[in-house]
């Protein structure tokens, strides 16, 4: 199939059902941002703000993995890679096996990192949501 044929539910089928919530409940977390749309490639769900693409998510048969783009590094067992994108922006890759790691804070990242979709990272100027 081609890249064009790539859809949401595609990267779903034949998940197993707890990457598969997973998955759902990250998707809460950015919906719970605001409005987003979806980018769906062979490769990643890439969820888009009005000005970029912000996050991904990529289901594995064990975990959920995916990125983030913040404005800062973060240290944490679940970023198992951060690096440099832009002069201003470092994406993060998370692999999360439990529900229990979409906790507040992780939630603060993707609150962070849906304001970089809507450009927060073009202004210079740190939000309270990205101040740490």
Do not use: N
Request: with cysteine; proline share 5%; charged share 20%.
């Amino acid at each position: 199939m081609a890249d064009a044929e790539w859809t949401v539910e595609r990267h779903l089928l034949g998940k197993p059902p707890e990457v598969v919530a997973l998955y759902h409940h990250f998707t809460r977390l950015v919906g719970a941002c605001g409005p987003f749309t979806y980018s769906v490639s062979k490769s990643a769900i890439t969820f888009k703000g009005v000005r970029r693409g912000f996050a991904g998510a990529r289901l594995s048969h064990r975990a959920l993995g995916g990125y983030l783009d913040l404005q800062r590094r973060v240290d944490d067992p679940r970023i198992t890679r951060s690096s440099p994108y832009t002069s201003r922006l470092y994406v993060h890759q998370f692999r999360i096996e439990s529900a229990s790691q979409l906790d507040d804070e992780f939630a603060g990242w993707i609150r962070e990192a849906y304001q970089v979709g809507g450009g927060a990272h073009l202004s210079g100027i740190v939000t309270p949501a990205t101040r740490q």
